[in-house]
């Protein structure tokens, strides 16, 4: 099981944001995963293996934690960050993600 | 890189089964796998299971055993994803994504959903 905190986190632009997601159970090797989705769109990868940035993500994008504990942090909040972000366990079956934490302005 | 195409809306009555297609361009499935993942209206993201075509290997979340099949044809770089016996509870949008395959994997690319009306 996975938990995000907070549900909802109310920032400015400019701002930084630390989302939180936190495992029942010590996550192997670190198999975690961020996504990114926007209303009406699919979800879209920002970070795997917990701290590594996909593709074309920006830097302001970071992710960090071992064990059972993970934040995204997005310094420097820019307009098109607001939007609901999910975590995901990927080192065993079911691959579960996190119920998500919207950030609004 | 992959691009995925998903196949267009359906609508279907309760105990009806389902197809959605899932087609790769740009890459094949030699090198990603497939995971499919359902959003229930206002909903969070539910991983339903994955397929790796290149071994043959599929999961099902449990919830899902004995009502959906993941297949592939290599040929064709295409996914399917068949959900039978039909609840209102399956309205929802589902969406496939190429998988890098560590552990059960990540998801690096993905379909643009098909929305499912029961």
């Known amino acids: 099981v996975l938990t995000q905190s907070p549900g909802t986190l109310s920032l400015s632009p400019g701002e930084e944001a630390t989302l939180s997601c936190r495992a029942n159970?010590?996550?192997?090797?670190?198999?975690v995963a961020w996504y990114q989705q926007k209303p009406g769109q699919a979800p879209r990868l920002l970070i795997y293996?917990?701290?590594n940035r996909a593709t074309d993500i920006p830097d302001r994008f970071s992710g960090a934690g071992s064990g059972t504990d993970f934040t995204l942090t997005i310094a420097s909040l820019e307009p098109e960050d607001f939007a609901v972000y999910y975590c995901?366990?990927?080192?065993?079956?079911?691959?579960?993600f996190g119920q998500g934490t919207r950030l609004a302005t | 890189q992959v691009h995925l195409v998903q196949s267009g809306p359906e609508v279907e009555k309760p105990g009806a089964s389902v197809r959605v297609t899932c087609k790769a361009s740009?890459?094949?499935?030699?090198?990603?796998?497939v995971t499919w993942v359902r959003q229930a209206p206002g909903q969070g993201l539910e991983w339903m299971g994955r397929?790796?075509?290149?071994?043959?290997?599929?999961n099902y979340a449990q919830r899902f055993q004995g009502t959906v099949t993941f297949t592939a044809d290599k040929r064709t770089n295409t996914a399917y994803m068949d959900l039978t016996r039909l609840t209102f509870d399956d309205t929802a949008i589902y969406f496939c994504?190429?998988?890098?395959?560590?552990?059960?994997?990540?998801?690096?690319?993905w379909g643009n959903g098909t929305r499912v009306t029961v």
């Open positions: 994504a190429a998988t890098v395959t560590r552990g059960v994997g990540y998801m690096d690319v």
């Open positions: 740009g890459g094949t499935f030699n090198t990603h796998g």
């Open positions: 397929i790796v075509p290149v071994i043959g290997v599929v």
């Open positions: 159970q010590r996550i192997t090797a670190n198999y």
């Open positions: 293996d917990a701290s």
């Open positions: 995901q366990q990927y080192a065993s079956s079911p691959g579960t």
